[in-house]
């Protein structure tokens, strides 16, 4: 049985994403708004089909996908560039690789305890955000 990531969770912490933003070209501005977010992300686990949507007041960001099946994903009201992605198991992580314009581009969900974990990189910069069940 895979680790089941569906359910509500809320941010609590979110440390670099101020390093993550600037590698992905986001201006001042934006930047400035987007640090005071405390996001919720619905994940929705249904065997190998997944559906994230992270939602604040500012921008929402929906993500579908099938494990191992490669897909374009079009970070519209994120940096807006295209990239290729695809999400595989490792162990009982959830890692994605998004091959594009930024070299080592991707991210990393698990559980620690109660706490869901993700691990946002591109390029140098790594941010780490937890979240708690709401
Ligand atoms: C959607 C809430 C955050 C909106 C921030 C607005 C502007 C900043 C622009 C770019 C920053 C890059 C990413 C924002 C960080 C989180 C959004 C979703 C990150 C993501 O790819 O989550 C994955 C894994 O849960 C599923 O899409």
């Given at each position: 049985m895979p680790v089941d990531f569906s359910g509500t969770w809320n941010l609590i912490s979110n440390d670099n994403f101020e390093g993550y933003m600037v590698a992905l070209g986001i201006d001042?501005?934006?930047?400035?708004?987007?640090?005071?977010?405390?996001?919720?992300?619905?994940?929705?686990?249904?065997?190998d089909s997944f559906y994230i949507h992270?939602?604040?007041?500012?921008?929402?960001?929906?993500?579908?996908?099938?494990?191992?099946?490669?897909?374009?994903e079009d970070n519209k009201g994120l940096d807006n560039r295209?990239?290729?992605s695809v999400v595989t198991w490792?162990?009982?992580?959830?890692?994605?690789?998004?091959?594009?314009?930024?070299?080592?581009r991707g991210w990393t969900h698990w559980l620690e305890g109660d706490d869901l974990h993700l691990e946002l990189r591109?390029?140098?910069?790594v941010c780490k955000q937890v979240f708690?069940?709401?």
């Open positions: 001042f501005a934006t930047r400035k708004i987007a640090k005071m977010l405390k996001p919720q992300k619905v994940i929705k686990q249904d065997g992270t939602t604040s007041t500012f921008r929402d960001y929906s993500l579908q996908f099938k494990i191992g099946e490669e897909f374009e295209k990239c290729k490792e162990n009982d992580k959830l890692v994605c690789v998004q091959t594009g314009e930024k070299k080592n591109c390029e140098n910069q708690k069940r709401a």
